[in-house]
């Protein structure tokens, strides 16, 4: 589809002319090896004046949603198109590029609307950055002394300065004398709360340009804002993504994955990266701590997705009345009828409440499995171990869709996606195929698929609700048999341990426990406290094994143990026979184990392929791999 077209039918917007000319102002403080990615970009730039020169009216009239958000007549927005959109598609992959940024603090202010109660020193001062971690500050940063949950920022100061900082926003009284680089203290109230409208000024308020799809509730956040993602590239929109598995800047352009979700600096830095290399629409999970925190304040959201709801993270939030005030944060934002809408889950019992945030007169699309109201809602499905399949209904039309999410709960996923899609007016063969691009989310019940005759996948459930609800989901796509591979961190919460041993014991036909992050731990203390689960000791254990033979447990299924993680994939794999399902659960898409203090690449989806493949040739010399216990791959 054309972009013009799209610009048309309301799915994309024009950008803000202003905006975009102060990146280009700031891109003439590029690095000399920026300059020549700046040249390419240049010369790509003058491939799509042709373009755009050649279909005028593309600059008329949006509906939905996604519409200019910044108010600038439509003839500042094309010439704007003309001047700064990037053809990145046509010539595949390109470098991203790094937008750079200053303004002065006075400005900075004036941009955030910060009032701020005093101010020192020089408020000309020019800003090249903005930081709150004082390890990461360089020289030009603005220092925010953030006050976190085990730490004050107030405390860093002089290191901040040491490391260049030129200016700092605090909220007591600090002493700047001292310092060598600080030109300007600004106290202000609550150095927290200022910060995402001081970060979202100096990046310029990059998600004003962008559609930005939101997402929240319990679960499912990330495998929705990856069907979400898909579904917008195939309406041919460069789409960026922060989950908390990865970013994106657009398409395959990944980022780091992080360790922790983004602060508000970050997100803002993120989606000023993404605007400044053509990113036209983002979806983002907000957690209910990140909007807690304040981490989405300033983010300019059009959608407000709702998944769903239940008893979690409450050490964080207090009560569940905190937890869900959190997450109804992002729907209290959906304001304007014309241009916002809400996409809620209706089978969950708080979808009302959800509904009932911000103004009544945006927009509601609603999906759902068992409430036959929902605007998009199965009117079929199908649930096996290799693929899933659902006939949607939607107010234009009934979609046929196949995927290869499994579960029930991925039809949930499936159904927000379109339930998005619905509400944006996207071309339903284009919800379509954006989903059915979708055949993974990394460590999500991911399907591990070399054509065996058994389902194998990969989740990373590392707590006894996640397992319990993994194996649950797992149990109602009818495998023969559940072989689950499972085991325990180190140094960390011993009090689930024997939890989940009963857990996988009584929810598989088959378990194998076994190392998972050891640490600094004996591997095999750790699978004694596992054993606790069903009322054993490791001798006991032994002892049962020892004629190579493991009765049963008293429920009839059986439980192995090897602390040698590969060694309990290659046997659960070894045991798969047609019509079993393989579950390797706790790691899904991190690439480690740590074991002492050295850190070394594993991961399980390799793990699996691999003993897939071995197998595959140990049968094909006639070897019966079916029992355990089974012999050390290095003995092949
Ligand atoms: N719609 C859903 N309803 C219930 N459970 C789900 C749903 N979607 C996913 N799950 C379960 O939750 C797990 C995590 O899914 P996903 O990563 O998409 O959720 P999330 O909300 O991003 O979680 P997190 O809070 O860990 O970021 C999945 O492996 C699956 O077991
Ligand atoms: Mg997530």
Redesign the pocket.
Known sequence: MERQELVKQGLLKQKDIKESSDVMKGIEELEPEEVVDLEEIDELTGLTVIDTDSDEEGSSGFDVGLGEKSGKSNAEASLDEKSFDLDFDSIGKVNIVEPKFKMSLAELLDESKVVPVSVLGDLEVEITGIQDDSRVVSAGDLFICRVGMKTDGHLYLSEADKRGAVAVVASKEVDIEETLGCKALVIVEDTNTVLPALAAAFYKFPSKNMSVIGIT???????TANLVKGMYEAMGLRTGMLS?VAYYIHGDHKLEAPNTTPGAILVQNLMAKMLHNGTEAVVM?A?SQGLALGRCDEVDFDIAVF??LTRDHLDFHGTEEEYRNAKAKLFTRMVDPERHRKVVNIDDPNAPFFIAQGNQEVPVVTFAMENKNADVHPLKFELSLFETQVLVNTPHGILEISSGLLGK??I??ILAAVAVGIAVGAPLEDIVRGIEEIDA?PG??ELIDEEQAFGVIV?Y?HTPD?LS??LD?VRELRPKRIITVIGCSGERDRGKRPIMTKIATDKSDVTILTSDNPRGEDPLDILDDMLAGIGWSMQEYLKHGENDYYPPLPNGHRLFLHDIRRVAVRCAVAMGEEGDMVVVAGKGHETYQIEGDKKEFFDDREECREALQYVDELHQAGIDTSEFPWRLPESH
Do not use: F, I, P
């Not at 509730?217 to 495998?223: A, H």
């Open positions: 509730g319990t679960n499912g956040k990330t495998t908390t999970e957690t998944t769903n709960h991925n949930y996923n989310v999500r019940c989740d459930a996640a609800r993994l989901s």
